[in-house]
């Protein structure tokens, strides 16, 4: 598993954790161009459809996020979509260090390890500040 930037046809950059070529995705993190927000979709194990949220961590930063959960198509699990403010101390400690770790479902350190990923991340957070 690995870090990877694209745009996407209808002008959204996408920055995916997750087998390169496949299906198999842990986060994407997603925005447009000068906005003050960030989109995350992710799978949780346990829960039930509705209202929930996703706690992220970066090194000392976390934090507890809204999310919309709905059974996934893919998993077991559920779906969970929402959004982080592209100021939050978690993205911009993120941005600075690759390391990131979705906390529920004992999720394993989703971090970057190679030059190439760190430089996706922040090429990424760089088109979504504009």
């Not at 699990?77 to 004992?106: C, H, M, N, W, Y």
């Amino acid at each position: 598993m690995k870090w990877n930037a694209f745009a996407t046809p209808d002008a959204e950059q996408r920055l995916a954790y997750g087998l390169p070529d496949s299906d198999v995705v842990g986060i994407i993190f997603s925005c447009r161009r000068n906005t003050t927000s960030v989109g995350f979709f992710t799978n949780l194990a346990d829960g039930k459809p509705g209202s929930g949220t996703v706690r992220f961590r970066s090194g000392k930063a976390q934090g507890r996020y809204a999310a919309t959960l709905t059974a996934s198509e893919i998993t077991d699990g559920l779906d969970a979509i929402g959004r982080i403010p592209l100021a939050d101390p978690v993205l911009a400690a993120f941005e600075k260090t690759g390391l990131i770790s979705q906390v529920e479902d004992k999720a394993y350190p989703q971090d970057a390890r190679t030059p190439a990923e760190r430089a996706d991340i922040k090429r990424f957070f760089g088109f979504c500040r504009g």
